[in-house]
């Protein structure tokens, strides 16, 4: 039987993209798991993206389709990664999730499994309070909510500086940008894509 996870992400330098490329991985690692990588679309002008050097980062994933609300309902499980504003998913993602109304009202996505990574650019950037308060979003919809248990023993590393919740995947970007996803971070994510996916081929029997 085939589990369909569709990993939908925003990412405006590449580090949530880098994320996003690991859970996919991970969740291919699931007998019958057929995984699609999908971003959502940009709010900010093309200027803007070029001032900040976005647009050329953006580049490395331009190839990646724009998911549509729909892909949401065609999946068994999805993953979704946003960078953090303020403590918050960023407003690409909550301009696409915002569309999502008339499945809310269709129960289209009730029982369906929902996970969240993220990035920061410090240490106490909010990572927790983006991934649980994106949680709420996807309890209104009905969705199972799945993080990142202990038996991860990657969470527990202290030796070095490192993402990773038990509410999702995170990384740490600096606040220049110029850190990128390390391997216990990404590690984790391949963990979180493919115990999602584990999970939503249970529940999908």
Known sequence: MTTRIHVIFYSMYGHVYKMAEAVAEGARQVSGAEVKLLQVPELVPEEVLEKSGAKAARAEFAEIPFAVVDDLAAADAVIFGTPTRFGNMCAQMRNFLDQTGGLWMSG???GKVGSVFTSTATQHGGQETTITSFHTTLLH????????????????????ISGGTPYGAST?????????????????????????AEIARKLNR
Do not use: C, T
């Open 108 to 110: 289209a996505l009730v």
């Open 141 to 160: 919809q009905g969705m199972v909510i799945v993080g990142v248990p202990y038996s991860e023993a990657r969470l527990m590393k202290m030796d070095e």
């Open 172 to 196: 740490l970007a600096g606040s220049d940008g110029s850190r990128q996803p390390s391997e216990n971070e990404l590690a984790i994510a391949r963990f979180q894509g493919q115990h999602v």
